[in-house]
């Protein structure tokens, strides 16, 4: 079964949901987890119930260059993400890591140890080009990485999550001096049947910040703000087109304390109920729960 419609199953039956209440607008984000075209999944929008599930929208495919290396040292996706989304070798930003071309260091400081160096951007533009040992992922948990990377946040990491985590916490250390905050843009295009979500128009506007000196702080708290705004925006859609009224909320990404306080108040703005998850996990720990659940209704 899916990984992703057993997150949604999962929050379902945390809540209650009887398979009589019917099909919901599911959101699952995580870092990573098997596709069902191969690909690997975690920025999805579904529609779903215990019976089966639809995927309706999710980030666009993405480049994660030497697989897990690329989540131990997120400044691979970062790098990976821009070349895929410009087409260019990437012009990082002096600050990029904690250090500046033509060997920057990655990492410096509070973001851990580790380099890139000239030969390790050819080698990550040949990976991507080439797609070796390159695959390539719809993940929001890997977009969350690759900004914080990309911010000089943490660029290699020693436990799950550190860099989404990290850049959680500078978000919420911001000062409080702005009382309405936009996110940056982001595009949506129909492809088959569901939505893509464009993230060149994000990642050129993060460029653009950096390059100008924006605080750190300022740019992480923005993205939240993005992602909230892209979880709102998919959802309202898929809810005008199926006329569904409830959104489920599980992954790991949901464990971002920061990206709830955002997303639920814009999701029930537009008048949509919506599920957290309460006695089980959000992240991976709960979803055998979901597993249980879809088991049982295709055996019944």
């Not at 929008?45 to 599930?53: C, H, I, K, P």
């Not at 005008?240 to 029930?268: D, H, I, K, M, Y």
Request: hydrophobic share 40%; aromatic share 8%.
């Amino acid at each position: 079964m899916q990984h992703h419609h057993a997150h949604i199953a999962s929050c379902l039956a945390d809540n209650g949901w009887s398979s009589d209440d019917g099909p919901v607008i599911g959101v699952a984000w995580d870092g990573t987890g098997y596709g069902t075209d191969g690909h690997i999944w975690g920025g999805e929008f579904l529609v779903a119930d215990y019976q089966g599930f639809r995927r309706a929208a999710h980030l666009e495919y993405l480049p994660m260059p030497g697989g897990e290396a690329a989540i131990r040292n997120p400044y691979r996706l970062a790098i990976g993400y821009l070349y895929a989304l410009t087409g260019c070798p990437p012009s990082l930003p002096p600050n990029f890591g904690g250090g500046g071309l033509p060997s920057p260091r990655v990492g410096g400081g509070a973001g851990g140890g580790g380099c890139a160096g000239e030969e390790e951007l050819r080698i990550i533009q040949q990976q991507v080009d080439k797609g070796i040992n390159c695959p390539q992922t719809s993940a929001g948990g890997r977009l969350f990485d690759a900004v914080s990377a990309l911010l000089g946040i943490r660029a290699c990491i020693t436990y799950e999550a550190q860099a989404a985590v990290e850049l959680e916490m500078i978000a919420t250390r911001r000062p409080k001096c702005q009382s309405h905050v936009t996110g940056y843009p982001f595009g949506v295009e129909e492809e088959g049947d569901g939505l893509v979500i464009r993230l060149r128009p994000l990642f050129e506007a993060l460029l653009t910040d950096l390059q100008g000196g924006m605080v750190v702080g300022e740019m992480a708290y923005r993205f939240h703000v993005t992602v909230a705004e892209m979880m709102g925006a998919l959802c309202e859609r898929i809810a005008q087109e199926t006329g569904l009224r409830t959104v489920a909320l599980s992954g790991g990404c949901f464990q971002n304390r920061l990206l709830l306080a955002l997303v639920v108040p814009r999701l029930r703005g537009v008048g949509l109920r919506v599920l957290l998850h309460r006695r089980v996990p959000c992240n991976d720990g709960g979803v055998s729960l979901g597993q249980a659940m879809i088991a049982h209704f295709a055996v019944n």
